[in-house]
């Protein structure tokens, strides 16, 4: 198994099973991807691109213009897919607004598939944005994983969940959201997107 690999399922173990202390060992590196999008590079390392050029292998469940969907090869699970944009972006926050919509918009379409398919009557959809949330593609996805009951895949539902403390703590919280919120929406607006932020 490369190192890539090893690196992957480790990171997804640590959110099955998590410890108070994991680190990713220094010899792993993550992928560096040349971007279709942005500077249409013939040289790519990115194995989403790949599978979408038809030069590497992968089990398609679902295409067409815009994303794939494929079944993940180090499933957390039966079933465990990934819809994917088919021009490269790094991260979620670095995809346009449009293609994000366009891969959520396939959601309940494949995931009544996958649940079907797998015999299960629930799924977590989940993002990992990042390397510290576990990103080790760094091309824009989105994972399905069907669920079935006591199937104890995260070990953070097990946790006790606290409520929040209406305090001054949280009041200052959701006004510095508030005010990124409208730093961002100042930045769409200049591009023509217009949001709007709740008030307290």
């Not at 198994?1 to 220094?26: F, G, K």
């Not at 009544?112 to 299960?120: D, E, F, S």
């Not at 510095?176 to 930045?187: A, F, G, K, P, S």
Request: with cysteine.
């Amino acid at each position: 198994m490369d190192a890539y690999a090893r690196r992957r399922i480790a990171i997804i173990s640590s959110h099955v099973n998590p410890t108070p202390e994991t680190s990713t060992p220094s010899t792993l590196s993550t992928f560096a991807c040349a971007s279709h999008a942005n500077d249409n590079k013939e040289i790519n390392h990115c194995i989403f691109c790949k599978i979408i050029h038809g030069e590497a292998p992968a089990l398609k469940v679902y295409e067409d213009d815009e994303c794939l969907c494929i079944l993940d090869t180090y499933p957390l699970c039966h079933g465990h897919s990934l819809i994917i944009p088919k021009f490269h972006f790094p991260s979620l926050d670095a995809t346009p607004p449009s293609v994000i919509g366009s891969m959520c918009s396939k959601v309940p379409l494949i995931s009544n598939a996958v649940m079907k398919a797998t015999g299960c009557d629930s799924f977590n959809l989940l993002v990992n944005n990042g390397a510290t949330a576990g990103q080790v593609i760094f091309h824009t996805h989105i994972h399905i994983i069907p669920r079935k009951e006591n199937d104890c895949l995260w070990a953070s539902e097990s946790l006790k969940r606290r409520p929040l403390k209406l305090d001054q703590e949280a009041s200052q919280l959701a006004n510095c959201i508030r005010e990124n919120l409208l730093i961002v929406n100042h930045y769409e607006d200049s591009k023509g997107q217009v949001s709007t932020p709740v008030g307290n």
